[in-house]
């Protein structure tokens, strides 16, 4: 049984592989300003899954959630239908309640959007928290390179 798509890190940089669907695009089968973040959102959630960040028991547990703080975004090319794509995502900086994670979205290697996303971990009552200690480690291992297999 075939199983979802999952990205795959190659030292300290994460890919992502995106296919452009019908729904992603406009009525010019151009892809819209916002699927671009709908893309760098499921590579983020990828990278946390294949470190061993357990997104889904952390929020269930009270514990706490990610949530997107500040997204600064440049398009450079339009990708369209049917295009293969590739999300780059590599740490960029770590801090005690917040991870920015620097994101290219690629054709074939041709740079289509750049972006950084700076979220923060967020108590069950919305409020800022540091995140856990060892996710912060692991965050920063990432940011100098090194190879990760939780």
């Known amino acids: 049984m075939p199983v979802p ?4 890190f190659v030292g300290g940089v994460h890919y992502f ?12 089968g151009i892809v819209y300003h916002a699927s671009y973040l709908r893309f760098m959102e499921r590579a983020r959630s990828d990278m946390l899954r294949l470190v ?3 997104q889904r028991g952390t ?8 949530a997107v703080a500040r997204v600064g ?10 295009d293969d ?9 770590v801090s005690g309640a917040t991870v920015t994670i620097a994101q290219d979205i690629l054709r074939s290697g041709a740079l289509l959007t750049q972006a950084q996303v700076r979220v923060a971990f967020l108590s069950s009552q919305g409020r800022p928290k540091p995140q ?18 939780p």
């Open 5 to 8: 798509a999952s990205g795959q």
């Open 17 to 28: 592989p995106v296919r452009v669907y019908f729904e992603d695009t406009d009525a010019g």
């Open 52 to 54: 061993g960040i357990d």
């Open 59 to 66: 929020l269930e547990s009270g514990e706490g959630v990610y």
């Open 73 to 82: 975004i440049d398009y450079r090319a339009p990708a369209r239908l049917d």
């Open 85 to 93: 794509l590739v999300v780059v995502s590599r740490v960029a900086d």
């Open 132 to 149: 856990p200690r060892a996710w912060i480690t692991l965050f920063n291992r990432i940011a100098q390179g090194e190879d990760i297999h």
